[in-house]
Nanobody, 114 residues
Framework: QVQLVESGGGLVQPGGSLRLSCVAS????????WAWYRQAPGKERELVAS???????NYADSVKGRFTISRDNAKYTLYLQMDSLKPEDTAVYYC????????WGQGTQATVSS
């Protein structure tokens, strides 16, 4: 059974940091690319960062230099380190495969507010 479980969100002040995790089960993990997405209220889901099976990373311009995506294949886990957070980063964050996406998880809410 395919399952994606995101965690690590919370409430943080502008300039703060969060580290998100995504544990995948029932799905091929190490041989494929993975990505983080986010959806803010009233907006469509957008791609935030991706990482290939070789470890090559790519970021949306809005988060470049502030977010870092990484993976631990042995733990079937994807990470997103988010630093220098801004109020516009407030959203529900999801992980999935950019090619051949599987059933979406519940996401994790990140709120940046003073």
């Amino acid at each position: 059974q395919v399952q994606l479980v995101e965690s690590g969100g919370g409430l943080v002040q502008p300039g703060g940091s969060l580290r998100l995790s995504c544990v995948a089960s029932g799905v091929i993990f190490s041989a494929v690319a993975w990505a983080w997405y986010r959806q803010a209220p009233g907006k469509e889901r957008e791609l935030v960062a991706s990482i290939t099976d070789y470890g090559t990373t790519n970021y949306a311009d809005s988060v470049k230099g502030r977010f870092t995506i990484s993976r631990d294949n042995a733990k079937y886990t994807l990470y997103l380190q988010m630093d220098s957070l801004k109020p516009e980063d407030t959203a529900v964050y999801y992980c999935n495969r950019p090619r051949g996406p599987v059933k979406w998880g519940q996401g994790t809410q990140a709120t940046v507010s003073s």
